[in-house]
Structure formats: structure tokens, C-alpha cells
């Protein structure tokens, strides 16, 4: 399924289905709904082949995302059968083989609730790939996939926690456990939470792994020898019958890592979302030329961002940065819901290269020379935006300190790493996940359980300055490995050459930019400081402007002079105005009806 929302009082016919739908503006999918004495179940359609919700006599076994059997083929991801998937994870819980851990791979999340006892269990991924959160309020208890829907549920979501708000203004997510909203918490990650219909409030949480800080590689070719082995194995499971797939290709290295990877029997089609044909989309097109792949390139509206805000706002959900949702709009034009897979190359960056290891730093036009860890770097530093109020910095404070406390327990030599790791949610970056398996069949080589552990097992020495990853680039790129990376690199060669390559490289750049031989974004994302400068900007800024709400608990400074402020960054500003946005949102008329597959009571 796509998302699911459980309360455990019964809800009248056809609400909860309401509040789901209430993701999409448009063409929200069907929902299936289930009541009985234990209370009321909501489950949005899946777009995963073979995950359909399972009704038994004694359970209601659901799965939400399109996760990978590693103890089963995964034939069915391509099969008529609605339920062959369900069976096979049904059949190993019941017998009690299931290992959360090893059977099931990539992003998922769990539900089984026994009907006679009214006991609910509920599964969460290695990484909350697909985050889950309940909260309680007057008695209700709502346990559900989404946070906005969590809220809604429960009828809180008029009760915004401010130091979660000013959080995510500045940093671009909410420190976990804590959500946008006082009595809504996300749950933890890989683990098994239990509650109950007689004692709701007393729930039963248990890890079924950590990401514990220890090497289980002779060395840096072993671990990229397995690094590789891992992704070829995922991308075989998947691929099994598959005639075409999609996969997202850039100038960059882990897509063209993906890409290598898939099987000669499949046709791959390779999609490149652009301003316009720059440098990004060249080296896109001559990679999927040597690589047998047809490009597909589509080009993106200069103010694209901004123009999808609100659909993806309340895709992603509140405390989640909606322009991660790259390839909203294109599920439909470039025809991405036809695909049985659309492959990513999602997540290579901060779990194998150390992107969130925190580097000495150095001006963007120095960026090739070597990464050198900063070991003074702490999260727990104190806010320095003097014009949020003194309550609201000690408060986020506390919070982080907490968080950076909780991780150093199992990571003490790389808390500051896994402080945005752990759960994933701490990512800025992770409301790509999200927007992705809710508009198409999305698979993510490096969000697969091996490539995750090996990911927590290695020293962060092999992740910085790519050791690692080059040696998996030097096993699998053989084709391309004299295509240069967009940035101006060698994705086989090492650091040490690509210091060099890319030193000189940036140099030519930089020196015909000012002439004006090369000019516009040539990048692969949107040009941040073009968007803010844009009358569409001003437009949005000045509908939303009005929206004050909680930002009075935050600054004291209006959300128009807040908006021009300095002090914020862009992508604060962008992150201000999704707030602006959000405030408004509860006041809008409700959508139209909702098509329910199925209503019910079950037995």
C-alpha cells in the first residue's frame, strides 16, 4: 500500500479514507478501508505489484512500499497475482522465521493486526525509509504513514509545536522523535512496536537492529567487493522478468552505477529532468549512448519548484522539504507509472561517501581538493539566529543534544555522521523517498539492507574522498570509465588524480564563465537564487505573507520581513515559505469524494 492510518476507536464510514486522499490534489488513488470491534484501518492503494492487504481469519496483514524479498524470489513484482507478496511475508511471520533485518529489503513498513485480540504490530524499516508516527489525544490513539494524516486523525492539527517549526525552518527537517505537531511522534526505526486496543498507552517497542560502530571488512576492496555484490543482487531480484525499466540518469556517478548494473534483457529507458540540455544532460546522453540505454530527457519550467509547491508540500508532508519531490508532475508526462521499476541512485552520497561527515571547510571553487574530517564539529551547538526567541533556541538545543546523545551510544567515534542518518528522516534530503513511492514503482539499489549495514561497518577514513566507492566504480564502470563526471572527475580514478583532473577542469570553467562562453544553470537542479528572484517568488510570498501563526512564538519579526531577511538562507526562505504555506492549509475546502474500493465491517 501506499499509506495506511489505524485508529483504534471506530471511525465513522469513509473518514479516514477522507484524510488519506487529503495527500493528493489530484487523482488521489483508491482506498480500502476495514472496521470492526478493534477499531477503523484506512489503506490506500499500492502501486507495487503483489503487496495487496491480506484479510485472514484471524489477521489484516499489510505492507506498505514495494520492498524485496531476499528469502523468496520476487517474481510477482511483474505477476497478476495481487497478494503473492503478502503470502510470502505473511507466511514467515506466522510461523515466526521472519527476520526483519535480513528477509526484507529496502523501504517497507508492516501492519498486522489480530482481530481477536485487538493487538497491533507494527514494522518499521531499517532506516524509516517510509517513516511512521502516532500520537494520542482525549483517548484516540492514530497510528499511520503519513504525519499531516496522523494529525488530522486525531484532530491536533491545529496544535503546531513551534520549536519543531523553527527547526525545520532552519535546518530543513525535525529532530527526531519529534514531529510539526505536539502530540505526534515518529516512531523508531527498525524495530517491532506493539500496542494494544485494552492499553493503548502502554506500547511495546523493540530494535531488531542498530547500526552499531564497528569495521566487519578486512579492508576498504573487501567492503567494495561486497558493495558491489549487494547491488548487483538487488537489482537482479527486482529485474527478474522485467522487460523495460526506468532508471534516472545525471552527470553524476551513481546513476551510471545503477544503470551499468542493469540486466542486458531489460530495455532501460533513461530519464534526465533539466532546465535546459546543459552540461548535466550531456554527459547524461553520452553515458546512456555507451551504456545501450534510450535518453529521455525532459525539460523543467524555470520556476517548476515553486509552481509544485503545494501538491508536493502535502505529498511529503509537514517538517519535509517539498522540493526533494523532483519528479512530481513528470510521473505523469514522462509516463513514469508505466514502468514495472524506475531505478534511482538515491542515498550513495550520504550513506557511502560521507556526505554527512562534517569537512574542513573550503570555498566552492576549492571543492577538489581532499576532504579532511572536522573533528571539532558538534550538532549541539547553540542557534545562532539572534532574531528566533531565546525559549525557542534552548529548547531546539536540548533536542539535538538529545539526539547526538542518543546516537553516540552505539556511534561514538560518528555521531555527528548518523545524527542525520539515523533515522533517515534527519536527511534533508529524504522527502525524495517519500514523493517516489507514493506517484510510482520506485526501487533504490543503495537503500537495499546490505548496501545500509556494510554502509554502518566501514570507518568513515573509507568513505571520505570516495575510497570506497571508487573501487566499486572501478569493478562496475568499465564501459564509461573515460566519461567524465559533470563535475570534472574520473568516477574510477582516484582522489589523489581526480585532484588534479578536476583542479584544472574547474579553472577552464570558471575562466570562460566570466568571459561568457558559458553561461545559464548547468547543474542538475533548480538555479535556488534565479527561483527567489522570480515574480512567481513574489507572487507566493506575498499570498502567504499573512499566514503568521506559530512564526509569532518564533521570532518577532513578521513572516514578510522574515521572508527578506538576510539572515535566513535560500533554501531557509524556500523552507519558510512551505511553512506560510502549511499554516493556511487546514482552512481550505475539502477535496471532493473519495472512491473507496472497499468498505466495510470486518468480521
Known sequence: ????????????????????????????????EFHGSWGSLAVS???????????????IFIVIGGPVLTFAHNRFLVGDDPTAGSWHLYRRWQAGAIRWDEDVSGPFAVLVLDKATGMLEVVSDLMNFIPLFEAECDGRMIVGSHVDTVAQAVGCQDQLDAVSVADFMLNGYVTYPYTFYQTVRQLQPASVH???????????????????????????????????TALRTYVQAVTEGMPKVGVFLSGGEDSRMVLSLLPSHCERDAFVFLDGMNREGRVARRVAARLGAR???????????????????????SGAEFAHAHTFGYHRTAGLTRYDAVFGGFCSDALLKGARIRKMKLPHSLRFLPQVKDRSFSHTGACEQEFV???????????RAAHQEWISRFRPQSAEEWFE???????????????NRRLFRSYEPFMSNRVVKLAASVPQEWKLNRRLFQRAAR?????????????????????????????SILASRLLRRQVGLIRGNQGPWHDLEALLKSSLWHELTTRYADESG??????????????????????????????????GRWDAPDGGPVELSSVGRVP
Not at 526567541?389 to 533536542?399: D, F, G, N, S
Request: a neutral charge.
Open 1 to 32: 500500500m501506499s499509506d495506511f492510518l489505524f485508529s483504534f476507536a471506530p471511525r465513522e464510514q469513509g473518514s479516514l479514507a477522507r484524510t488519506l486522499c487529503s495527500i493528493y490534489q489530484q487523482d488521489p488513488p483508491a482506498t480500502e
Open 45 to 59: 492503494r499500492n502501486h507495487y505489484r503483489g503487496f495487496a492487504p491480506l484479510v485472514t481469519e484471524r489477521h
Open 194 to 228: 506493539r500496542r494494544s486496543s485494552m492499553f493503548p498507552a502502554a506500547g511495546v517497542d523493540t530494535f531488531y537492529w542498530t547500526p552499531e560502530e564497528r569495521t566487519e571488512y578486512a579492508g576498504v576492496e573487501h567492503a567494495a567487493s561486497e558493495l558491489v
Open 295 to 317: 535518453f529521455r530527457y525532459h525539460g523543467r519550467s524555470p520556476t517548476h519548484y515553486l509552481e509544485v509547491l503545494p501538491a508536493c508540500a502535502d505529498l511529503v508532508g
Open 389 to 399: 526567541r531565546p525559549a525557542i533556541r534552548t529548547a531546539l538545543e536540548q533536542r
Open 421 to 435: 542518518l539515523w533515522p533517515i528522516t534527519m536527511n534533508f534530503n529524504s522527502p525524495n523517498i517519500s514523493a
Open 475 to 503: 569493478a562496475v564502470l568499465t564501459r564509461t570509465r573515460h566519461t567524465f563526471h559533470a563535475d570534472g572527475w574520473l568516477p574510477t580514478y582516484p582522489w589523489y588524480v581526480n585532484t588534479l583532473l578536476q583542479g
Open 550 to 583: 506559530v512564526l509569532g512564538k518564533i521570532s518577532a519579526l513578521e513572516p514578510g520581513a522574515l521572508l527578506n531577511d538576510d539572515r535566513l538562507s535560500l533554501n531557509q526562505k524556500l523552507n519558510l515559505l512551505q511553512i506560510l504555506y502549511g499554516q
